[in-house]
């Protein structure tokens, strides 16, 4: 693997909104949330799990997304995989404790990262949706009141004919320094 091939998988990698209807198989997304696993976690805590959902609830999941008119696009996604947070251990809560940082929500935006990038190897599209009823999603997914569900992401085969897009991202100048 080199930076170019990384590059090509950066570039290609993006949120897709059109999907077509053909199903994800239970085993690749059990394999893209095993290679999303492989991300890093702050004391190595690993405080998630990714709930994949098909079929008649990913209908529901469907309309949990759905608030205010958003995210129509997501009625068609064949899948889709709830990023909820899991059980950290003692060292992460108590490092985020004395840093006063939340680890356990870092370490699920990286996890997700590492999923939507497996996820386009393997040739799905994926869109992040932060648009979500929490408490719906719960209900579905039979969670306790407590359980945060910082992502859900949409899963499946992009339609037909949808390009990549260009990236539209703030210069270089603007986000990066070299301090020495
Ligand atoms: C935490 C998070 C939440 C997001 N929520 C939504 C969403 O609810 N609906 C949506 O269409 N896109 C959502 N996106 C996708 C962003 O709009 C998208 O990543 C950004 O515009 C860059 O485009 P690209 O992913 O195609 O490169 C979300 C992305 C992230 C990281």
Redesign the pocket.
């Known amino acids: 693997m080199d930076l170019k091939q990384i590059e090509q998988l950066y570039l290609h990698?993006?949120?897709c909104?059109a999907f077509s209807a053909e199903p994800v198989s239970d085993d690749l997304l059990r394999e893209i949330c095993r290679l999303a696993s492989l991300a890093p976690s702050a004391c190595n805590s690993q405080p998630w799990v990714m709930i994949a959902v098909t079929g008649e609830k990913a209908k529901a999941i469907a309309s949990a997304?759905q608030d205010l008119g958003?995210?129509k696009?997501a009625s068609d996604a064949p899948a889709f995989i709830a990023v909820v947070e899991g059980k950290s251990n003692l060292s992460a809560k108590v490092g985020s404790r004395f840093k006063n940082t939340d680890f356990m929500h870092n370490d699920i935006?990286i996890l997700?990262a590492h999923l939507v990038l497996a996820a386009d190897a393997a040739g799905l599209g994926t869109?992040?949706?932060?648009?979500?009823n929490e408490k719906k999603l719960r209900e579905i997914l039979s969670l306790d009141d407590k359980t945060r569900i910082?992502?859900v992401v949409a899963v499946g085969y992009p339609a037909e004919g949808y390009e990549t897009?260009e990236?539209?991202r703030k210069p270089l100048e603007e986000i990066f320094t070299l301090v020495r």
Request: charged residues 30%; hydrophobic residues 30%.
């Open positions: 990698r993006q949120s909104r997304v958003m995210n696009f935006g997700t869109c992040i949706l932060g648009w979500r910082p992502h897009r990236k539209k």
